[in-house]
């Protein structure tokens, strides 16, 4: 009934002489939504030694209950302070015989030091090994180089392979979509191309398993040495392997033999039971009907199914691979055989000859049987839980081969055992046994550095970069080209904009310069269009992936024609390599992008840079593209030109419009009710940049705007803008929480810099704000 809140565990130093004695704190709370007759709040201890823990003696344990929170708050903090007076508070688990019957189930699931066995070590290499070895032969690039980010791109892709097999779009469609897809994922050997739904399963099986090793490898810090323990806790999942001589294991023996149907006979090797705490908690109780049900894949996919159970599939196709010739008949679900012949099909040996089969409790609930294909189905049908394919007999015919069994949430089914067998024909190898020494002595702390403070002088003095920097086209060691005009022209939407900004540029020299422009963007920004005009030259910029882009550009000017190319070298900056420039030059460059507006309480705020001035060049400036121009130095005494400055804007807005005012400039204004025109009134720099307030009327009432597609008139676009309004106060005690992330990623400097990211928040704090700090990696503390 109660759950866990919090807890703490303290121990000595075990200085000479003296017991290693612990304390155990804990905080349970039964939830809100569950009735309650007594105490809602209680607070467990124990106090023993862990030298008397391994003989049998667990200590003293007591419980304090509470009517309240506050009460119960008060007196965990009272406790956890006198314990930290005299004792040292911990992070790893000292023993699982410490704390309550919560506290001891959560740490089985954190498996902490667990000790395992021999059989469990050689099933965790086993599959581990298979597991990167699988990898290892496909891909190019090791797994750790690939970002999750591509790999969820990757599945895109996949899902539009799909789609254009099911459309019949052709080989040429089709072949792009591949290519896009091992430019992302690289492969040693790409064949020909993802040209059937065979083989997109077979890529969705391998992003599967790439996000599997990524997740878990995070928790063994990307180490390939790592330990068997530090494999086993990776996995969340524990694994005890069961006696052949024990009662459970010939139950699970007697079970795949007395499920058996087909001639091959399945020969059970191990049985090992599985118990994932994430799966108990989450297990759909109230469905009846619970039953055995078998489920098997190939060796290289356990790793993943251990770690995060198994998923709903994401892409339904005609042929997973294996034998299975019914594949998705009952639609998109996970499918369970009550037969372990049926199951075996699935599963392929390892390469040491033996395979795997899961033996998970389902909850079948009220079942739908079905005889035809239902290939659509996403749920069961309307009353029921679960859908079962009804094998085909002399008496009764049916479509399916074999009973299948189909649940639609993974909610409905967790594993309880995993079984090790062979079959006839597979030849099993010898394996070594893998060590059990993990390296860790009982009592080993790890090593703390003497000097723990943490310098803060160089983020706290950090000069801005933005403020060094200088605006206009830039030739070969930073030397400016003159500007001769900037002309702006915008047009205002609701809380959208579409700017196009004009600048003329001059080549005063006498010689080719290979030029660079540098164009900023703020982080709602992107640029939809580039035009340039060289010498009554027009070109027109085409998006294109940057590396083709590249090349194409260094080709133009390698056989001596002038190239241009804009790049996003940050988020916040374009470059536009505007390639040879004659001498005398005239460069007009176009540049037009949309951007969000910002809202300041009942005012939309418009803002330009000044001189619309790149924030960050250096990056680009210093990139080379080519090497066939030579590097001219611009003429350092050319006398300063009075730009030509002009900016004006349409504005356009849902409501009426009430204000319409520049803090930074002087402007003419002539509107309407809900249109205006904004002129900058002549002669006036951009100085530190160009600002534009709109006070608008019923500012916070949700809108949509709808576009229709110039020459396409069934296609639409719409905009939907939402500003809410709070009638909030401020609150008279603040208290801020830190989360702080210690996974293995986070060693070395990004874990300094977190902390210096810390401290300068608690900097800036008042005085009478109070503060938590919460951490966590595999495990979770405050």
């Known amino acids: 009934m109660y759950k866990f809140s919090s807890h703490h565990c303290f121990r000595n130093q075990i200085p000479l002489a003296v017991l290693p004695c612990f304390n155990a704190l804990e905080l ?322 390892g390469s040491k000859g033996t395979r795997l089969m899961l033996v998970n409790e389902v909850a079948l609930g009220s079942i739908k049987e079905f005889r035809t294909f239902s290939m659509e189905l996403t749920s069961p049908p309307r009353g029921y839980n679960s859908c079962h394919g009804l094998m085909s007999t002399e008496d009764e015919p049916s479509e399916f081969k074999d009973d299948e069994y189909a649940i639609y949430s993974g909610n409905q089914q967790k594993i309880r055992y995993l079984v090790e067998f062979v079959l006839p024909g597979d030849k099993v190898l010898p394996r070594d046994d893998i060590s059990l020494d993990s390296g860790f002595s009982d009592y080993e702390i790890e090593d703390v550095p003497e000097d723990t403070s943490v310098d803060l002088t160089d983020v706290m003095s950090v000069v801005d970069p933005l403020t060094k920097v200088e605006a206009g086209l830039k030739g070969t060691g930073d030397k400016p080209i003159p500007l001769q005009s900037v002309h702006i022209r915008a047009r205002l939407l609701d809380l959208a904009a579409q700017v196009i900004v004009f600048q003329a540029y001059k080549n005063t020299s006498t010689t080719p310069i290979e030029a660079k422009y540098v164009f900023p963007l703020d982080d709602m920004a992107a640029v939809c269009g580039f035009e340039a005009f060289i010498n009554g030259k027009h070109i027109v910029g085409e998006v294109k992936e940057k590396e083709q882009a590249h090349k194409e550009y260094r080709e133009a000017i390698s056989q001596g024609h002038g190239a241009y190319l804009m790049d996003e070298e940050t988020p916040d900056v374009f470059t536009v390599s505007v390639g040879n420039l004659p001498p005398g030059a005239q460069v007009f460059i176009k540049i037009t992008y949309v951007t969000e507006l910002m809202v300041d309480r009942e005012h939309i705020c418009f803002s330009l840079p000044g001189s619309v001035a790149p924030w960050t060049r250096d990056k680009a400036l210093e990139e080379v593209t080519q090497t066939d121009v030579d590097t001219v130095t611009i003429d350092d005494n050319l006398p300063k030109e009075l730009y030509d400055v002009s900016v004006e804007m349409s504005v356009e807005m849902p409501f009426e419009i009430r204000s319409l005012e520049s803090p930074s400039h002087v402007i003419r204004t002539k509107r309407t009710a809900t249109k205006a025109v904004v002129l900058l009134e002549r002669g006036q720099p951009l100085g530190d940049g160009f600002q534009l307030l709109i006070g608008l009327a019923e500012i916070h009432v949700p809108r949509m705007w709808v576009e229709r597609h110039v020459s396409k008139p069934d296609s639409q676009a719409c905009m939907l803008t939402f500003y809410p309004e709070f009638e909030a106060e401020t609150p008279p005690e603040v208290e801020v929480v830190f989360l702080l992330d210690l996974s293995c990623s986070m060693k070395g400097s990004p874990f300094e810099e977190a902390k210096k990211i810390l401290l300068m928040c608690l900097s800036h704090m008042k005085k009478d704000w109070t503060f938590n700090i919460l951490v966590f990696g595999s495990i979770s503390s405050q």
Request: with cysteine; aromatic share 8%.
């Open 28 to 349: 349970h709370v039964i939830p809100p939504h569950v009735p309650c007759t007594g105490s809602r709040y209680r607070i467990f201890t124990q106090l023993g030694n862990l030298v008397g823990l391994r003989q049998g003696d667990q200590g003293t344990k007591e419980c304090r209950y509470f009517e309240n929170v506050g009460e119960a708050l008060e007196a965990y903090t009272a406790l956890y302070d006198q314990h930290l007076y005299s004792l040292t508070r911990v992070e790893s688990t000292l023993s699982q015989k410490i704390g309550s019957d919560k506290m001891q189930m959560t740490a089985c699931s954190s498996f902490e030091d667990s000790a395992i066995s021999l059989e469990v070590a050689n099933l965790i290499d086993s599959i581990w090994n298979e597991a990167t070895g699988s990898l290892t032969d496909i891909l190019a690039v090791p797994v750790d180089s690939i970002k999750l980010e591509d790999v969820e791109k990757a599945e895109a892709i996949l899902l539009l392979l799909r789609k254009s097999l099911d459309a019949d779009e052709g080989f040429s469609a089709i072949n792009k979509l591949s290519d896009e897809f091992f430019s992302v994922i690289p492969h040693k050997n790409r064949g020909r191309g993802i040209t059937s739904r065979h083989l997109i399963a077979q890529k969705q099986d391998l992003c599967q398993l790439i996000k599997d090793m990524v997740s878990i490898d995070e928790s063994t810090n990307w180490s390939t040495r790592s330990s068997v323990y530090g494999k086993y806790r990776a996995l969340k999942t524990h694994i005890e392997c069961l006696k052949h001589d024990s009662s459970e294991f010939r139950t699970i023996q007697e079970l795949v033999s007395a499920s058996e149907t087909g001639p091959s006979k399945i020969d059970v090797l191990n049985v090992f039971s599985i118990h994932r705490p994430v799966e108990e908690g989450s297990f759909s109780h109230d469905i009846g009907n619970k039953t055995l049900l078998f489920h098997s894949s190939k060796l290289t996919n356990f790793v993943g199914i251990l770690l995060r159970g198994l998923l709903m599939p994401k892409i339904v196709v005609d042929d997973f691979g294996g034998q299975r010739s019914d594949a998705g008949m009952l639609g998109s679900g996970i499918y369970f055989a009550s037969s372990a012949s049926t199951s075996a099909k699935y599963s392929a040996p």
